[in-house]
């Protein structure tokens, strides 16, 4: 029903910068929050950024994950429920795979929210 379609990822040297990207797709009613998540190899997924806009709870506006504050930028058009994740001044530590993340109602907006996952996109930082 729903699906969520990432790009962006590669490898890039240390400092420079990557643009991720993605689509969520499907029959949505109203998106909650869109972002990103990511994992590193042994790691656990931790949350990367976030835009809220949940009228339920009353939560709106951008969550980053301490690590990332200052150098990455998340964004997010409602209109063609996409969001960007922009980061600059990557580092090797910002190794991982990318997991697009979306809390969204469905269908006709009757039901509770679901949480919905990309693929995944991996970044690599190295020289």
């Known amino acids: 029903q729903v699906r969520l379609a990432e790009s962006g990822g590669g490898l890039v040297q240390p400092g420079g910068s990557l643009t991720l990207s993605c689509e969520a797709s499907?029959?949505?009613?109203?998106?909650?929050?869109m972002g990103w998540y990511r994992q590193a190899p042994g790691q656990q997924r931790e949350l990367v950024a976030v835009?809220?806009?949940?009228?339920?709870?009353?939560?709106?506006?951008?969550n980053y994950a301490d690590s990332v504050k200052g150098r990455f930028t998340i964004s997010r058009d409602n209109a063609k429920n996409t969001t960007t994740l922009q980061m600059n001044s990557l580092q090797p530590a910002d190794t991982a795979v990318y997991y697009c993340?979306?809390?969204?109602?469905?269908?006709?907006?009757?039901?509770?929210?679901?949480?919905?996952w990309g693929r995944g996109t991996q970044v690599t930082v190295s020289s």
């Open positions: 993340h979306s809390e969204l109602i469905v269908g006709m907006g009757w039901g509770p929210p679901y949480d919905f």
């Open positions: 835009v809220n806009s949940d009228r339920r709870r009353n939560l709106y506006g951008t």
């Open positions: 499907g029959r949505i009613y109203r998106i909650n929050k």
